[in-house]
């Protein structure tokens, strides 16, 4: 099984610096275009499955990208974007504000921040790897695309190349940006801290 992951399309919040998470905001015409644009890349890949995150923006890209390569997406809770607790819907300036000391632990060591109601970077990266592991266990030898959210794809990222947690900052995911996954074939994933 081969693995593909895509960032969803700009949206407002990505323009404004704000931390949408788990909001239901749709791409704005940059976002759109960004879709048909990756609708294009896609044909070059052979993909024969879409997944998506459940959030608008998610569904909207993936069904751009499915309509104009013949295929069909499904929504999977899984690759929803991360909980991002009391830092849901505000901007980077109003948490730095409002949070000095976990704002500057998240951008120094990520992988320490805990909040109440927001998951910590391992978690999200246990949801997702999880996730994966049991659909190529009852999957076929496939090319799958995941369309989700930067969250998602820095964690895969870094479990895929078995870096740790602590470089969740220094992965660039742009919008509709394609990344190949090989994940670890071990049945039982050990986290890389």
């Not at 076929?140 to 794809?153: R, T």
Request: a negative charge; proline letters at 5%; hydrophobic letters at 40%.
């Amino acid at each position: 099984m081969n693995w593909y992951f895509m960032r969803h399309g700009q949206i407002n919040s990505n323009l404004n610096h704000v931390y949408s998470g788990r909001s239901d905001e749709a791409l704005n015409e940059t976002g759109l275009q960004q879709a048909y644009e990756a609708a294009e890349k896609i044909k070059t890949v052979d993909i024969d499955r879409i997944i998506c995150s459940p959030l608008v923006r998610t569904s909207q890209t993936a069904n751009i990208i499915a309509s104009e390569n013949g295929l069909e997406y499904e929504t999977d809770d899984s690759f929803i974007e991360m909980a991002f607790g009391p830092w849901e819907g505000k901007s980077e300036t109003w948490i730095s504000d409002h949070y000095p000391i976990e704002w500057a632990l998240w951008k120094r060591a990520p992988h320490q921040l805990q909040l109440p109601r927001r998951e910590t970077l391992l978690e999200l990266q246990n949801r997702v790897v999880r996730r994966l592991q049991k659909l190529a266990a009852i999957g076929e030898d496939e090319n799958i695309l995941v369309v989700s959210h930067v969250a998602i794809i820095r964690v895969v990222m870094l479990q895929s190349q078995g870096r740790p947690l602590s470089d969740y900052k220094l992965v660039e995911v742009d919008n509709c940006e394609l990344f190949p996954v090989t994940l670890q074939a071990a049945p039982y994933w050990e986290p890389c801290l």
